[in-house]
Nanobody, 125 residues
Framework: QLQLVESGGGLVQPGGSLRLSCAAFGFRLNSVNIGWFRQAPGEERELVSCISKAGDTTDYAHSVKDRFSISRDSATNTVNLEMNSLKPEDTAVYYC??????????????????WGQGIQVTVSS
């Protein structure tokens, strides 16, 4: 059974850091492009970052560029999202998702066919 599981969320103060991980079960993560998306209450789901199968191409939303970093860890079959200098507006449910097709810059959510359950990130003092 294919499964994506997010971990590492929680409550953090503004300016703090969190590391989200996306683990795959039933398949190798290097066979898919992985995207991190987020959805805040009352807002549409938006791309945060994505990484190609080979890990050689990445994209970031303008709002997180220079603060967030996406990477692959083949040893643990995970894709990690390092989030630094967190702001209250980063508060959302974060999802990882898999795209089996060729990498498409911009990583539209419609290309991602398999999604994790999501994990809450709250940035608040």
């Amino acid at each position: 059974q294919l499964q994506l599981v997010e971990s590492g969320g929680g409550l953090v103060q503004p300016g703090g850091s969190l590391r989200l991980s996306c683990a795959a079960f039933g398949f190798r993560l290097n066979s898919v492009n992985i995207g991190w998306f987020r959805q805040a209450p009352g807002e549409e789901r938006e791309l945060v970052s994505c990484i190609s199968k080979a890990g050689d191409t990445t994209d970031y939303a303008h709002s997180v560029k220079d603060r967030f970093s996406i990477s692959r860890d083949s040893a643990t079959n995970t894709v990690n999202l390092e989030m630094n200098s967190l702001k209250p507006e980063d508060t959302a449910v974060y999802y990882c998702a898999a795209d089996w097709g060729p990498y498409t810059p911009g990583c539209s959510a419609v290309l991602f066919t398999y999604w994790g359950q999501g994990i809450q990130v709250t940035v608040s003092s």
